[in-house]
């Protein structure tokens, strides 16, 4: 096998851990805000809820991480 | 010599995939401790329902709370490792 096939699994095997580690965050936080006494379906508030609430965690996740980028930038021009 | 050239552009081929993997590691380190961050920096700083977009509000609430979760994690680790020195457990 040569490099660049082992390179792109490689690549591919960490893109799936993270989207796995988003989709687990997110659906953690999103239930804590937006379902309440859990009832026999998710109603449409509820579904509008856990929609914007995806949005506004991807937001966050990207603020985030320009944050600790900015940070690690920070500390290195120190070094 | 056909043999020793072989293995020598096999070694080279495996350092630099060592070297390629080791890269790929650590955007994966780093996109890990994003996730952490934003986990805890969540429940700092979401308040209430979910709104259409980020407030700047917000946003500085996100970015502040990753820096001081590094401050903290430095003090921390700075006070510990005086206390093992001092011989404390």
Redesign the interface.
């Known amino acids: 096998m040569d490099t660049g096939t082992i390179m792109e699994q490689v690549k591919v095997q960490i893109a799936v851990a993270n989207a796995q580690e988003l989709l687990q965050r997110m659906t953690d936080k999103c239930f804590k805000k937006c379902i309440g006494k859990p009832g026999g379906t998710l109603d449409n508030s509820e579904q509008k809820c856990i929609a914007m609430c995806m949005d506004r965690y991807m937001d966050a996740w990207n603020t985030v991480s320009r944050a600790y980028n900015s940070r690690l930038q920070r500390e290195r021009a120190r070094i | 010599m056909d043999g020793f050239d072989i293995n020598s552009s096999e070694k080279a081929?495996a350092s630099?995939?060592q070297r390629?993997?080791a890269i790929?590691q650590q955007?994966?380190q780093?996109?890990?401790?994003?996730?952490n961050?934003?986990?805890v920096?969540?429940d700092k700083?979401?308040e209430g329902?979910?709104?259409?977009?980020?407030d700047s509000r917000?946003?500085t609430c996100?970015?502040s709370?990753?820096?001081r979760f590094?401050d903290t994690t430095l003090s921390i680790t700075n006070r510990f490792t005086q206390m093992v020195q001092k011989g404390a457990h």
């Open positions: 081929d630099e995939l390629m993997i790929e955007k994966a780093f996109q890990a401790q994003v996730h961050f934003t986990d920096c969540w700083c979401m329902s979910p709104s259409s977009k980020l917000t946003e996100l970015v709370c990753v820096d590094i």
